[in-house]
């Protein structure tokens, strides 16, 4: 991989993690009373990791030689679909499950792409898949769903690398 398609990479990270900051405040926001409070802290929680990923990611980049992805327009039109903000707080979780799936996916592919030709940028994405494999627990355990993700994806990912 040349630098600059790591930071490529890099930036595509950092526009799930945007869009997760987003998405999760949103529905933190909007889940209102004392009922939703275990909602809450895990919509909150969650986004403030995001916060920092979008941050750490930036680093990186800047690091590189790049320029981090901050204009919002550019970051949708990368993202290539709208946010989702449904009014059921299972929906929410729902959706953003999903979200977790999807960067779940996404680093586990660039950590077998960087693997040879930069360790550092694979440490930080495997750091920062840990804690999204934790949150995509938060919201399936919240659902009632024993398992949050499945390993097979990873199989795929490294015969495509
Ligand atoms: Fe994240
Ligand atoms: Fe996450």
């Not at 930036?11 to 926001?29: G, K, S």
Request: charged fraction near 25%; aromatic fraction near 8%.
């Amino acid at each position: 991989m040349t630098t600059n398609e790591v930071i490529d990479l890099l930036n595509h990270a950092r526009v799930l993690e945007l869009v997760a900051i987003t998405q999760y405040m949103n529905h933190y926001y909007r889940v209102k009373g004392s009922t939703y409070e275990e909602a809450q802290e895990i919509f909150k929680s969650a986004a403030m990791m995001e916060m920092k990923h979008a941050e750490v990611l930036a680093e990186r980049i800047n690091l590189l030689g790049g320029d981090p992805l901050s204009d919002l327009n550019k970051v949708m039109q990368h993202y290539g679909k709208a946010l989702s903000f449904p009014d059921d707080v299972n929906e929410m979780m729902k959706v953003d499950l999903s979200l977790e799936h999807t960067a779940i996916n996404e680093y586990t592919s660039a950590i077998a792409k960087v693997a040879n030709t930069d360790p550092v940028t694979r440490r930080l994405f495997e750091e920062i898949l840990e804690v999204e494999e934790g949150h995509a627990d938060s919201f399936a355990s919240y659902l009632g769903e024993k398992a949050a993700f499945e390993l097979q994806e990873f199989k795929k990912y490294q015969a495509a690398a």
